[in-house]
């Protein structure tokens, strides 16, 4: 994955073309990848030095809101649909990322670190791997706020939000009940099956995909050619939430917890992974 993050860096930067806002001959596109990887790379450093996790979530959401901020500034020319995109995702990232800060640090640690932190190739990879993960997610955003082609607002603007705002919302709801149920003594070990749990095993997931498929459709009117190719972003967080981090990992660690406690079958039996009146044991 290391040796691999080059070539993904460079195949985004070209999705950039010709037909982005320069700085200094630079396209702003082009900067806004390298800040993605370099500020990872940066923040790795004392986080393996002290052996921390705490500041990983954090320093992620810091990048997307520093990559939004540039690409406003240096780029949107105040344009509203740029605009819209730079607000939700500033507004997504710090929400998120102070909600995950917090927690981890209440809890002291994060489950996810526990054999990854000493291992200094795995940890870096870890910390590469974020950075993929934000210019991927971010790069038809990104891709749109600093084009020279630009828009009026409309019905994919529109549409684009709506389900962006219903996203967010189900994200911060499903985060809002999980930590109210956790937050009760009696249920430090029970596993949470109301409110949205009821129709999801991983509610807090499915808003993640939903608001950036909006960011998509948001961003969609604006890309031209190969820059086409970023709109395939949500599939990536599709993915990724669901083999690699999140979902996966969380449903390892849900059966190895309760994996003998019949209420605990019965709930996962009954109830979609992820998409409400889908299979239980189908995305």
Not at 28 to 34: E, P, S
């Amino acid at each position: 994955m290391i040796l691999a993050s080059p070539f993904v860096a460079y195949a985004l930067v070209q999705l950039g073309g010709s037909n982005g806002v320069l700085v200094a001959g630079v396209p702003l596109f082009t900067i806004c990848i390298g800040v993605a990887f370099f500020s990872q790379w940066l923040a790795f450093i004392p986080a393996y030095i002290y052996q921390s996790e705490h500041y990983f979530d954090l320093a992620g959401s810091a990048t997307y809101v520093a990559l939004a901020l540039l690409a406003l500034v240096l780029g949107s020319g105040g344009d509203l649909r740029s605009t819209l995109l730079g607000i939700v995702i500033i507004f997504w990232a710090s929400r998120l990322g102070v909600f995950l800060f917090l927690r981890v640090r209440k809890k002291g640690s994060d489950s996810r670190f526990i054999d990854i932190i000493p291992d200094f190739r795995v940890y870096l990879l870890t910390w590469t791997l974020q950075a993929m993960w934000i210019s991927i997610t971010a790069s038809c955003a990104l891709l749109a706020m600093t084009s020279l082609n630009k828009i009026p607002f409309d019905g994919w603007a529109l549409s684009g939000l709506v389900l962006w705002v219903l996203g967010f919302v189900i994200e911060v709801t499903a985060d809002r009940q999980k930590q109210l149920f956790r937050g009760q003594p009696e249920n430090a070990k029970r596993f949470i099956t109301t409110g949205l749990w009821a129709f999801s095993r991983h509610p807090n997931y499915l808003g993640e995909m939903m608001l950036w498929t909006g960011v998509a459709l948001i961003a969609f009117p604006v890309l031209m050619g190969w820059q086409l190719i970023s709109l395939l972003s949500p599939l990536f967080v599709l993915f990724m939430l669901t083999k690699v981090s999140g979902i996966d990992m969380q449903e390892r660690q849900n059966d190895r917890a309760w994996g003998d406690d019949p209420a605990y079958i019965e709930y996962k039996a009954n109830t979609p992974m992820l998409f409400p009146l889908t299979r239980p044991s189908g995305l």
